[in-house]
T-cell receptor, first 109, second 113 residues
Framework: DAKTTQPPSMDCAEGRAANLPCNHS???????VYWYRQIHSQGPQYIIH???NNETNEMASLIITEDRKSSTLILPHATLRDTAVYYC??????????FGKGTRLSVIA | DTGVSQDPRHKITKRGQNVTFRCDPI?????LYWYRQTLGQGPEFLTY????????KSRLLSDRFSAERPKGSFSTLEIQRTEQGDSAMYLC???????????FGPGTRLTVT
């Protein structure tokens, strides 16, 4: 079973920041937080991952709380193409990804 | 485009028939995963290869399912005597040499009628 909890759906206005929360209160010290997204009828796409420090790449920023029990994925300027299901996953090393149901993000024009 | 390709993209078959899917990974990636995704659910792990060795299988992988990865390159997933419950998207993912991010192919959507 997935070790994360995410809201089932969220809306975001185009051009605004999308902040997607994830709860992982039982995370272990050696587990990383990964984010993937899946656009309709496509395979999941890797976005970003982190252990305890905040991370940023060309797609998004990942903010992990100091106690590591929750995190937030930030898409700084959401576009219509960011409409997708976003999955938050905790994982040790190269192990199978355990997906939950994710958050369905709808970006609205 | 992740560089991982899957064939076919869509397959419709009748119950009881055998089907085979193929995954072509990024050439330098030696670890390969298969997942299955049913409607409205996240992907679920099926099996995992390190080069040609199949190292782990999920309990979801019944006796009707078999996967191979000859020579550690492309991989095939075969389902024998298909059932309607096998209708799903079958996804392949590969893992880079120096990182653990998984790169997914576009998937094969199977419909069993």
């Amino acid at each position: 079973d997935a070790k994360t909890t995410q809201p089932p759906s969220m809306d975001c206005a185009e051009g605004r920041a999308a902040n997607l929360p994830c709860n992982h209160s039982t995370i272990s010290g050696n587990e990383y937080v990964y984010w993937y997204r899946q656009i309709h009828s496509q395979g999941p796409q890797y976005i970003i991952h982190g252990l305890k420090n905040n991370e940023t790449n060309e797609m998004a920023s990942l903010i992990i709380t100091e106690d590591r029990k929750s995190s937030t994925l930030i898409l700084p300027h959401a576009t219509l193409r960011d409409t997708a299901v976003y999955y938050c996953i905790v994982r040790v090393g190269d192990t199978p990804l355990v997906f939950g149901k994710g958050t369905r993000l709808s970006v609205i024009a | 485009d992740t560089g991982v390709s899957q064939d076919p993209r869509h397959k419709i078959t009748k119950r009881g028939q055998n089907v085979t899917f193929r995954c072509d990974p990024i050439s330098e990636h030696n670890r390969l995963y298969w997942y299955r995704q049913t409607l409205g659910q996240g992907p679920e792990f099926l099996t995992y290869f390190q080069n040609e060795a199949q190292l782990e299988k999920s309990r979801l992988l019944s006796d009707r399912f078999s996967a191979e990865r000859p020579k550690g390159s492309f991989s095939t997933l075969e389902i024998q005597r298909t059932e309607q419950g096998d209708s799903a998207m079958y996804l392949c993912a590969t893992v880079g040499q120096e990182s653990y991010e998984q790169y997914f192919g576009p998937g094969t959507r199977l419909t069993v009628t």
